[in-house]
């Protein structure tokens, strides 16, 4: 009896072997197909999202052109809109878009090539090759520039201090380049944090020619256009060249307002400016995945920086490397005048989506994750967030209030709206009684000995941490404004502007074109249409300098020329 339970026990013991056996393997049959959709998966998840994307404007109206690819083969391109409303051109999928920002992949890979061709190192110092380029007392090297982390101010944000910025003058490459050079000091150290800056790729761009003896758009379009049989790319270093094919940009200011031509008039290339259809990007990204041109090549483009405290971002040489829903994207989004565009990659599933559009809506990211959304969605929940602690109003009103950016000196103001703290629109989940979560941002807070908040921090997924400090509401006196007033010159920016008050209100003016109604926020600070404007006193009180900061731009300085 004793032998027998035991051989029935050892049967049930192998019939759950067995089943976990068939579960494991239909496991794995699942994540296979997950894995790599099929090419009826890919077209008709496509097709839906297209759909989508083409009813967002009614006609006429731009639009955009569409590619997916599976397996390094294209297998659906399609596009919708008008590429030229002045004569009811549509777009196709063989219609010519203006890159953006997508172009710095293709930047950064000529660069690449040259240091497999032994001549020059990503972590050379740029002013091994652009001696031009003031010494910042660290080294600066090629790898910050092509990472967004060498702390260079954005040449387009500096000229528009002059009041004649991009889209307001015809730009050369030479213009940009200059406007570099004169840049003295630098946001941080290079090499400390991460600020997007096309300054770099025009410095990149320059390193090419100089180190290649050759023109930029002559070298990639040698090295890498016509080996991948990229026939329909090339690059736009002269604004006034007719290129037949091209769609023309536009956009508008609201959505019953009529479109308007909104083309770049540059001649500046490698930070973007690259000519070229979704069929060529989709050629770019089957290379990529088949390593055509070999993979330490591909393995250099796709190292991600690393910082000096040893924090490891996104963005790699000219693309962002992260993952969207738990799978591998290796993209880059672009914008340049009424051009927006984004190229993605996604390794894991043997995908490549590009899209292109001349207006805006829909946006061409949207469209791209519309159909990775139709192709793999819908996707595993993610993990729980922490449940939020309850807090009364009367908790959370010691938190309303302005604090300061420590690094950029913008303001950062929160409120209550119906029994909730928020920061803008966006509102804080409470986790304890001094941290919130705020999308996937940690914010917590350190209070003085009364219970009243003096320093914040927020903690983005990546560890980047942005530091505030509490701050009191400020009305200056007509006193206050006075002293402030005066003309103000940059050496850097080679800008002269004014500070005027009138009526009791501040301004600052570059006339005919700059006219900045300025807002105070907290003592000696101002911010109006995107900007901050600050001052600095010495030991004794007295203002020293004139500071603006934006977006691309943390800090330009500003000398006193007269009251």
């Not at 023109?215 to 256009?225: P, S």
């Not at 983005?460 to 530091?467: E, F, I, K, T």
């Not at 940059?490 to 600052?508: L, R, T």
Request: charged content about 20%; aromatic content about 10%; some cysteine.
């Amino acid at each position: 009896m004793g032998s027998r339970r035991l051989a029935v026990y050892g049967n049930i013991d192998m019939q759950r072997k067995f089943l976990r056996l068939v579960s494991m393997l239909a496991i794995l049959t699942v994540s296979v197909i997950a894995q790599t959709p099929t090419k009826e998966q890919v077209i008709a998840g496509a097709e839906r999202a297209f759909e989508k994307a083409a009813k967002t404007n009614p006609m006429p109206a731009p639009g955009c052109a569409v590619g997916v690819s599976l397996d390094g083969q294209p297998v659906f391109e399609k596009a919708f809109g008008l590429a030229e409303m002045e004569h009811n051109i549509a777009n196709t999928p063989q219609t010519i878009f203006e890159s953006g920002s997508v172009a710095k992949q293709f930047t950064a890979a000529a660069l690449v090539l040259l240091q497999q061709d032994g001549k020059l190192r990503i972590d050379d110092p740029v002013r091994k090759y652009i001696p031009e380029l003031p010494d910042y007392g660290k080294p600066l090297t090629i790898r910050h520039i092509l990472t967004h982390t060498a702390g260079l101010r954005d040449w387009g944000s500096v000229m528009a201090l002059t009041g004649a910025g991009r889209g307001d003058r015809v730009v050369t490459q030479a213009i940009a380049l200059d406007v570099i050079y004169r840049q003295k000091h630098l946001d941080f150290e290079p090499g400390a944090e991460y600020s997007y800056s096309n300054s770099g790729y025009q410095l990149a761009a320059e390193i090419v020619e100089r180190v290649s003896g050759k023109k930029f758009g002559e070298f990639v379009t040698e090295r890498i256009f016509k080996p991948l049989g990229m026939t329909n790319s090339s690059w736009r270093d002269d604004y006034q060249q007719i290129v037949p094919g091209r769609a023309q940009a536009y956009s508008r200011q609201g959505t019953n307002a009529p479109w308007r031509l909104n083309m770049p008039i540059m001649n500046v290339v490698g930070n973007g400016g690259m000519l070229t259809t979704v069929g060529d990007w989709l050629k770019w990204n089957a290379a990529l995945d088949a390593q055509t041109l070999g993979t330490p090549f591909v393995g250099s483009l796709q190292t991600q920086a690393v910082l000096n405290d040893g924090r490891k971002i996104s963005y790699a040489l000219g693309i962002v490397v992260d993952e969207y829903h738990g799978i591998k994207q290796v993209a880059h989004s672009g914008g340049t005048a009424g051009y927006q565009t984004y190229l993605a990659r996604y390794p894991d599933k043997k995908l490549s989506v590009a899209a292109m559009c001349n207006g805006n809506p829909p946006s061409s990211g949207t469209v791209a994750h519309n159909i990775i959304d139709e192709i793999f969605g819908p996707y595993p929940q993610a993990a729980k967030p922490p449940e939020p602690v309850a807090m009364t109003e009367d908790q959370l009103k010691k938190f309303v209030g302005v604090f300061r950016d420590e690094k950029t000196h913008f303001p950062i103001r929160f409120t209550i709206d119906k029994g909730a703290l928020k920061l803008g629109g966006t509102q804080l989940k409470p986790l304890s009684e001094t941290a919130f979560m705020m999308g996937n941002q940690r914010l917590s807070f350190a209070l003085d000995k009364s219970g009243k908040p003096i320093t914040g921090q927020a903690i983005d997924p990546a560890g980047a941490v942005d530091r505030f400090v509490t701050e009191s509401e400020w009305t200056p006196t007509t006193a206050d404004l006075a002293s402030f007033a005066g003309d103000w010159f940059s050496e850097e920016a080679q800008a002269k502007v004014s500070f005027v008050i009138e009526n009791g209100k501040a301004s600052i003016v570059n006339k005919p074109v700059i006219d900045l109604k300025l807002q105070p926020i907290y003592k000696d600070h101002f911010t109006g249409e995107g900007y901050v404007i600050w001052f600095t006193r010495n030991a004794k009180g007295k203002i020293e300098r004139m500071h603006v900061g934006t977006g691309r731009m943390r800090d330009m300085f500003f000398e006193r020329t007269s009251r």
